[in-house]
């Protein structure tokens, strides 16, 4: 163990201090300010000085990583940053945020699959990695419903959050985690998976709308049961304008999405009876009330339009204007505990709350991994058992 004295001096491996640096996308002048100075910082990173360990603190709280990290022979991060640079939108940037949320649900995750036995269900996981790129689309998109159980369309859930805690469910019935990631633009990113196995991850961003997560679980899931996958991969907000210059793994990926929530016979029939009762023209009611019909984002509507030539280019191109002027989605309870139940996986929180009661984890370290603080504990046990 590490004991963090702030006086003395930090021999970490400055090899690293570079290398977070560089991967955050940080200068020397960025990330040495109100901390050291450039000079100091640089020469740190060439192994030429030292930082203190107050220093140190203060970089990894800058740079979103934790103190050990830089005691490393060298970065356990390797893979995560590859893939992060194999992102199919040029807009997304792996910054200090990101990166945090990418460690945090990478922790989350070994820690369900070390208490994986309280998880009393079986999960049949074929359908990882099990689809090629060449599969007929549509096919794809039946595979997915009839491996979810929805029929198609789903039209009779109460509002957007309920549809999207049944996207959630389904995914989750499935051995599936899902969490809800915050405080990152979703220019920066709207989702990202994790393929392996056991418990393949689904993260979805909270800035987003509702039925934007809807179609970003749906679009993640399919990378997930693609061969061509990688290990991570990431969705950012311009993803559906940018699959020529990034390959065939987007484009495939959005197609088998749009299939599956707006099925091309029903969008077809609903679009034309829309319009036959809005004089053939598409505004803001009647985009929102298809939007409604097939529980996804009017962003997304408009591009099905779009696809099978149902609105012209100047209505595309002014709805999409107005739209982008408020892509914010709402936030949830300001109780702690809420929150907690709201934005992790199930599936986690019922290996880590067994785990507690079975005394193989201290209520300090719970509370640590959670990021809540301990008086909200009981809320969160009684709240999380109540249905269960």
């Not at 963090?4 to 290398?19: D, M, R, S, T, V």
């Not at 929180?349 to 009981?378: C, F, G, P, V, W």
């Amino acid at each position: 163990m590490i004991r963090l004295k702030k006086g003395e001096i930090a021999y970490i491996n400055p090899e690293l201090l570079k290398y977070a640096r560089i991967e955050i996308g940080l200068s020397i002048e960025e990330a040495s300010k109100n901390i050291v100075t450039k000079n100091k910082l640089n020469a740190a990173e060439l192994g030429k000085d030292h930082l203190t360990f107050n220093k140190l603190i203060k970089i990894s709280n800058r740079y979103k990583l934790p103190i050990t990290f830089f005691y490393l022979n060298k970065p356990y991060t390797d893979s995560l940053i590859t893939q992060f640079r194999s992102i199919k939108s040029r807009e997304v940037r792996l910054t200090p945020e990101l990166r945090k949320s990418f460690y945090d649900i990478n922790l989350k995750r070994n820690l369900a699959i070390e208490f994986k036995k309280y998880d009393l269900n079986e999960y049949n996981y074929e359908y990882v990695n099990s689809i090629e790129l060449q599969t007929p689309i549509k096919q794809v998109a039946e595979e997915i419903r009839h491996l979810l159980h929805f029929k198609e369309p789903v039209v009779d859930w109460k509002d957007d959050y309920q549809a999207l805690n049944n996207w959630i469910k389904a995914m989750e019935d499935l051995g599936i985690l899902v969490f809800q990631i915050s405080k990152i633009p979703v220019n920066i990113v709207r989702g990202f998976s994790i393929s392996k196995t056991p418990y393949p991850t689904i993260v979805i961003n909270r800035a987003d709308r509702p039925f934007g997560r809807i179609y970003s679980i749906v679009h993640e899931f399919v990378h997930i049961i693609s061969i061509d996958n990688k290990e991570n991969i990431f969705y950012s907000e311009n993803n559906e304008f940018n699959n020529k210059s990034k390959g065939n793994i987007e484009a495939f990926c959005n197609k088998v999405a749009a299939e599956v929530l707006m099925p091309e016979t029903e969008f077809i029939h609903q679009a034309y009876k829309i319009l036959k009762q809005s004089e053939n023209t598409w505004n803001k009611k009647n985009i929102k009330k298809i939007s409604k019909h097939f529980w996804v984002s009017q962003e997304a509507i408009l591009i099905r339009l779009k696809t099978f030539s149902l609105i012209n280019k100047k209505e595309f191109d002014f709805q999409m204007k107005r739209l982008n002027k408020n892509v914010h989605g709402s936030g949830f309870e300001n109780k702690q505990h809420m929150k907690v139940i709201r934005t992790n996986s199930y599936h986690f929180l019922n290996n880590l709350l067994n785990a507690y009661a079975e005394r193989e984890i201290t209520a300090s370290k719970l509370s640590k991994i959670l990021q809540m603080k301990l008086i909200h504990l009981d809320a969160l046990e009684k709240e999380f058992w109540k249905n269960k």
